[in-house]
C-alpha cells in the first residue's frame, strides 16, 4: 500500500515529517474499510517511519488491532532491492502489507508479477504468491 496522500503546506519541514493533507485523512479509513470489507487486512504491516505513513496506519487504526506493527526506516525512498528484502519478513500465514512510498509500491508489484499498476496516494493491491511466482489479485484505489 502507498502511504495517503500527505500535505506540502509547510516548507520547512523535512519531506520524511510531512503530515497528510485532508483528502489523506479522509481515505485512510476509508481504504481500511474496503480492505476489511474483501478480507484483505494485514496480520503484519512493515511500515515506513516517515511521517505519512504512520499517520496513514493510524487514520487505519480501528481495522488493524490484530495487526502486528513494525516501523521500517529503510522503506522510506526504498529501492527495489531494498522493498525486496522486506519480503524476506513475510508472514507464512496470512496478509503482510508493506506501506509505503513510490515509485517503490509501483516497482515491487512490477518487479513480481511483470505488470505495471499505477499506485496513487492511498491506493493498495494484494499480490499472491501462487506457483514460484506472484499475481495481482486486485488493486484498490480510493477514487
Request: hydrophobic share 40%; aromatic share 4%; net charge negative.
Amino acid at each position: 500500500m502507498r502511504h495517503a496522500d500527505s500535505s506540502y503546506d509547510y516548507p520547512n519541514m523535512s519531506d520524511h515529517d510531512r503530515p497528510l493533507n485532508a483528502r489523506g485523512q479522509r481515505d485512510a479509513p476509508r481504504m481500511a474499510d474496503a480492505l476489511s470489507k474483501r478480507d484483505w487486512l494485514p496480520k503484519l504491516v512493515l511500515v515506513s517511519s516517515a511521517g505519512r505513513t504512520l499517520e496513514t496506519l493510524e487514520g487505519m487504526a480501528p481495522h488493524m488491532d490484530d495487526a502486528r506493527i513494525d516501523v521500517r526506516p529503510e522503506i522510506y525512498h526504498a529501492d527495489i532491492n531494498t522493498m525486496l528484502t522486506q519480503l524476506e519478513d513475510m508472514l507464512g500465514d496470512g496478509t503482510t502489507m508493506i506501506l509505503g512510498h513510490n515509485p517503490g509500491s509501483e516497482n515491487l508489484i512490477n518487479h513480481l508479477t511483470g505488470e505495471w499498476h499505477e499506485m496513487p496516494t492511498a491506493a493498495a493491491a494484494l499480490l499472491v504468491e501462487v506457483h514460484n511466482g506472484w499475481i495481482v489479485e486486485g488493486v484498490l484505489r480510493p477514487r
